[in-house]
């Protein structure tokens, strides 16, 4: 009696000792989860603060396109000043050189006019020159005999030197007229020859100041595309930074609800898989819901969802049954989307994913004693299978 009562002491004891360890280990398992939850926090923080200064970089550097692109915009209304006057300087320009041509055309009229009267001056005269040479001894006579006294003898003659010294003072005048305007025709042109000079000088300011004024208008545009694209990536970063902030919160809460889970993790023990009594349809739900998170994972990856279901289950923390813990709110997503409904109903679940199911539920776990898995977010550490971290 003594021996079996030693016995029965000596198995409570191991019992003990046994509920212990396990008791350590959910401990040390929860706070390794805890603390891969803070770390990845901390992580997801200080990634926020960064993604505040790069906010702050791309804003600075919109201010200072901003800067640049007003600046050339002052430019663009100086330039087209510039263009303008420019413009109303060539419109005097044609309108002095219409001036001067008209006042060419009058003197080049005048000019005519005062040859042809000079060359039938010029005409008269000879004619009466040589009237006068030819006749002159006919006229002499006539004057001499002609002539009622020496006093009208003097007369006459007289008047004769008197209308050659006027055809000598007209012929004079009108070869003076001449070169008068042609003079003034020749300034004329020499002035015309200036305005058409500046002119062409004021039309090569006028293609200069248009060029800039085209150049400075591409500079601008160029401006405002890069702005545009500053402000999309200012947006872009606006957003990453509200789903970081998100992500922030989601980890907090997660956080604290691992640390609640660690609490009550460290006064609860674990089942042995050995003690589980699986009902009917466990294999086919834990299969549907591993085709469900990992259909496209290896292997591996399927083997790693079914041992965290039974992990829960093993865990006094979780629910006890394969029902409870896949139907738990808000832990397994195909449970509350429907899709784990549609995958039961045409049972979805490939031989892998049955194969899987049945090493968990023997007790195989390629992930330790993991409760958790999710897809990967900057700072959060566990073990990587496929395209899960499990923690």
């Given at each position: ?81 510039q ?26 009229a005048?000019?005519?006019?005062a ?7 010029y005409?008269a ?17 006539d004057?001499l ?14 008047y ?20 008068r305007?042609e ?47 500053a402000?999309?990536?200012a ?40 003690h589980?009594?699986?009902?009917e ?24 969802v079914?041992?965290?279901v ?18 738990q ?6 449970a509350?989307t ?54």
């Open positions: 009696m003594n021996a079996i009562r030693h016995n029965k002491a000596a198995a409570r004891l191991i019992s003990c000792l046994c509920c212990l360890l396990l008791s350590l280990g959910m401990i040390g398992r929860s706070a390794q989860a805890t603390e891969a939850t803070r770390q990845a926090l901390e992580e997801a923080r200080e990634q926020h603060e960064q993604s505040k200064d790069e906010l702050s970089e791309q804003e600075d550097s919109i201010n200072q396109l901003n800067a640049e692109r007003d600046s050339l915009v002052g430019q663009l209304s100086n330039l087209n000043t263009l303008t006057e420019v413009s109303e300087t060539l419109q005097m320009i044609e309108d002095q050189i219409t001036n001067k041509e008209s006042e060419i055309n009058i003197s080049q005048e000019l005519e006019e040859v042809r009267i000079r060359d039938q001056q005409a005269m000879k004619k009466r020159v040589q009237f006068i040479y030819e006749k002159k001894d006919v006229l002499f006579y004057i005999f002609g002539s009622r006294s020496f006093a009208d003898f003097l007369n006459q003659n007289y004769i030197g008197q209308l050659s010294a006027y055809d000598r003072r007209m012929l004079d005048l009108y070869i003076e007229n001449g070169q305007i003079e003034k025709k020749a300034q004329l042109e020499k002035d015309m020859d200036l305005l058409m000079d500046y002119r062409s000088r004021q039309e090569a300011e006028q293609d200069r100041v248009s060029g800039l004024m085209s150049e400075t208008s591409g500079s601008i545009s160029g401006y405002e595309g890069q702005i545009s694209e402000e999309e990536a947006d872009r970063i606006e957003e990453r930074l509200r789903q970081e902030e998100s992500d922030i919160k989601a980890l907090e809460a997660k956080l604290a609800e691992e640390i609640r889970i660690a609490e009550l993790a460290r006064k609860s023990a674990w089942t042995d898989v050995s589980i009594r699986f009902a349809g466990d294999r086919y739900l834990l299969a549907n819901i591993i085709f469900c998170e990992a259909g496209a994972e290896p292997y591996d990856g399927k083997v790693a079914g041992a965290v039974i992990n829960r289950v093993r865990s006094e923390v979780f629910p006890n049954t394969v029902v409870g813990v896949i139907y709110s808000h832990q397994f997503t195909p509350s429907g899709r784990l409904a549609l995958a039961l109903a045409e049972n979805r679940a490939t031989e892998d994913c049955y194969r899987a199911a049945d090493e968990a539920m023997k007790g195989y776990t390629n992930v330790g004693n993991c409760v958790y898995f999710r897809t990967p977010i900057p700072g959060l550490s566990g073990i990587n299978i496929g395209g899960h971290v499990f923690y």
